[in-house]
Each structure stands twice: as structure tokens, then as C-alpha cells.
């Protein structure tokens, strides 16, 4: 199945049947390629001025591309009114540039593309082979012996869109830390479904509250929640309050798209919240000096609450949220 893009929001003889909403893709650029271009325009537009073209070209098809996979996953078959931005990602006195394009996913009547069968061609450009090269130099380079990357190294593996790589981020991890913008930055650069599989890849890793917690913050900013995953290490995890409470901060966020199926998976879902997250409070009753009972609430920190106090705070805070 092929997807329409275009930036107009009408097409002759073409009627929208039903509409998806917005669809987008981002990716991610090195700042090499734009800080250069800062330097001079002189610069620019000499001799390297084919490569720049050819790099930003590449990218923004690359967008394209997975604006048509985001498409294909609605049940669309085009995208209108189709945009193209690009903002600055930074952090750590290191900076990089996200394009993201975005537009109206939609179901035409009819859908001519230009790319069909007797146009097609086997033929790959050179850079294309190049970077299959570079990409299996890289991964062969950090398979048996992880190092550490250079500014222009880390923003080239984003500009590949190397999935492989996602051992090389949990080594990072755990032995100088993670960061957030990082993360965010490599989870941007790749497909949907390894960024997923790499959120979750690195929760099961994770030892410290602080990877937990960035790990999550990304895995909610990107909308990479899943529950299959979810279910599974809150199981793997049920000894680790830290690692529940990440996951549990998670799946209280909506994910991308629902579906029938999904009705099941979330009733176990609950039921596994629930097994992972019992009560620990201990209920006692205790007569006071009048001989008349009252509840009393005991934490597992040995403090003990008079219940009608806590349903009375509770009841006040309700009223007032």
C-alpha cells in the first residue's frame, strides 16, 4: 500500500472520505551540518555545497517516509496538507536539529501515484551504499568493545538511524549515566517499534531511580507506552517499587492508537496493577477512654493515622483539586 503526500489541503477530484487526525515523523540531523553553514555562505555555496544539499534532501525524504508508515498504521492512504519544520534539540553545551514533518492523515476515494510498477527501478544511488557501509563499520566497532562517541560520531549514528545501536545506549547507561536529551535524541532517529523495544530493553536494565525516571519521561514524551511490555515487567520487576512506580507512570498515559484488542490486554493490565501495588496498610481497632472504638491506620513505617482523619483529608483535597 502506497501513501499520497502532499502539502495542499485539497485535491482536484480526489473526495476525503474520512479523516485520522495529524500524523507526524521526526528526524534527526547533526549540527555539523548546519553549523558549518553559519560559518559563511561563501563556504557554503562553494565546492561542499552539493554534499549539504544532497545530506538536508535526505533527510527530509527519510521524514517523508515515516510520516507514510505513521499513515499505513491509521488505515490511511494519503497525508494533506503536509509540513516540514526544523527545531533545535540541545543539552550538555551539545546541540542537534530535529525536522519534523507532519500533516492531516486521510482515506481518499481515489489514489494516483506517479511511482508505479513499469517505473520502478532496481538502481541504488551511491550514498546509499555508503551509509549501509558506515552503518556496519559502526555497529562491528561498538559490538565487542563499546567506546565512547564524539560530538560528530554521536551525530552521525542519529543521522543513520542505527537500531543495532541500542546496546551501545544501555552500556552508556550504565557506565557514565544516562541522559535525557540523549536518549530522547537516538529514540527520534530510529522507527517506532525499536524505540519501543529499546525504552523497555533499558527499564529491565536500569538500577538507579534516576535511569528509571529518565527512561520513563521519554517513553511518555514520545508515546512509546506498551502494554504487553508493561504487564510483563511489572512480573519481571514485582520486588523493585522503583521499577513499578517508572512503569506504572507510564501506562497512566494514553498510547498512540487503541483497538478492540486492546480491551483484554488492559483488564489484565488492572489485574496486574493491582497484584503489583496490594494494600500495606494494617486496619486496627482501638477503644479509646470512653470505651468507644475507632480505626485506626497503620503504616508499614509504624505511624499510625486515625482513619476518619485521613478520609476526612482526602474528601477536602477531592473537593478542592
Known amino acids: 500500500m502506497d501513501v499520497l503526500i502532499t ?13 485520522f487526525g495529524i500524523v507526524s515523523a521526526h528526524v534527526v540531523a547533526g549540527t555539523n551540518v548546519f553549523s558549518d553553514f553559519t560559518a559563511g555562505l561563501s563556504d557554503f555555496f562553494g565546492g561542499r555545497s552539493a554534499t549539504y544539499a544532497d545530506q538536508i ?46 500533516g492531516t492523515a486521510v482515506t481518499l476515494d481515489r489514489v494516483y501515484i506517479e511511482n508505479s510498477e513499469d517505473t520502478k527501478t532496481d538502481l541504488v544511488t551511491g550514498n546509499v551504499v555508503a551509509d549501509v557501509i558506515e552503518k556496519r563499520i559502526l555497529i562491528e566497532q561498538h559490538k565487542s568493545a563499546p567506546l ?20 551501545f545506549i544501555e552500556w552508556e547507561m550504565i557506565s557514565s549515566g544516562l541522559k535525557e536529551e540523549r536518549l530522547f535524541a537516538y529514540a527520534a532517529s530510529i522507527d517506532f517499534d525499536d524505540s519501543v523495544a529499546l525504552g523497555y530493553q533499558l527499564f529491565e536494565k536500569a538500577s538507579k531511580e534516576s535511569e528509571l525516571r529518565t527512561i520513563q519521561q521519554v517513553i511518555n514524551k514520545m508515546v512509546l507506552v506498551d502494554y504487553h511490555r508493561s504487564i510483563s515487567l511489572l512480573k519481571s520487576k514485582s520486588d523493585s517499587l522503583t521499577h513499578k512506580k517508572a512503569v506504572l507512570n507510564t501506562i497512566i498515559k494514553p498510547k498512540r492508537l487503541y483497538s478492540s484488542d486492546d480491551i483484554n490486554t488492559l ?55
Open 267 to 321: 483488564n489484565d493490565l488492572i489485574g496486574t496493577v493491582e497484584a503489583s501495588f496490594p494494600t500495606i496498610a494494617v486496619f486496627r481497632k482501638k477503644k479509646g477512654l470512653l470505651g468507644k472504638e475507632k480505626e485506626l491506620w497503620e503504616c508499614m513505617c509504624s505511624q499510625k493515622e486515625n482513619v476518619s482523619v485521613i478520609k476526612s483529608t482526602s474528601i477536602f483535597f477531592a473537593s478542592n483539586a
Open 57 to 102: 534532501s535526505r533527510i527530509k525524504a527519510q521524514a517523508l517516509t515515516d510520516l507514510k508508515y505513521e499513515a499505513i498504521e491509521l488505515g490511511a492512504n494519503a497525508v494533506i496538507s503536509v509540513s516540514i519544520d526544523v527545531d533545535e534539540v540541545s543539552g550538555g553545551g551539545k546541540s542537534m536539529f530535529m525536522i519534523t514533518a507532519y
Open 148 to 167: 565512547e562517541m564524539t560530538n560528530d560520531e554521536w551525530c552521525r549514528l542519529l543521522e543513520l538511524k542505527v537500531p543495532e545501536m541500542g546496546d
Open 7 to 19: 502539502t495542499s489541503s485539497t485535491l482536484d477530484g480526489k473526495k476525503i472520505k474520512q479523516y
